[in-house]
């Protein structure tokens, strides 16, 4: 089975939205890297989990960075057995990155 690895790359994908407050948009950024971080963590322990790949497929939707979004989810499809209880939320995720691009 392929091992996703945090790369740097990965950590400098962020898209911050323009707050006003530059306080307010260092915790953002910090929220969505420590985000990042832990959904890749958790797809590399258990890569048949599905809460690693809702995780990030999930916060680069949230940041217009659909072809990334597309492209976890996908693994995550993959990855984890149709029988698992987020299966389907993977396939949604899936399926609204598709239409967003």
């Not at 999930?58 to 209880?85: H, I, N, P, T, W």
């Amino acid at each position: 089975m392929e091992q996703h690895t945090l790369s740097k790359k990965h950590m400098d994908d962020e898209k911050t939205e323009t707050i006003a407050n530059p306080e307010e948009a260092l915790a953002a950024k910090q929220q969505y890297r420590n985000e990042l971080r832990d959904g890749w963590m958790l797809i590399n322990i258990a890569s048949e989990d599905p809460a690693g790949y809702l995780c990030v497929g999930r916060r680069y939707a949230s940041q217009k960075r659909r072809q990334r979004a597309l492209d976890v989810f996908s693994k995550g499809l993959e990855s984890v057995r149709m029988c698992q209880s987020d299966y389907h939320c993977l396939l949604q995720g899936k399926m609204h990155a598709q239409q967003s691009l």
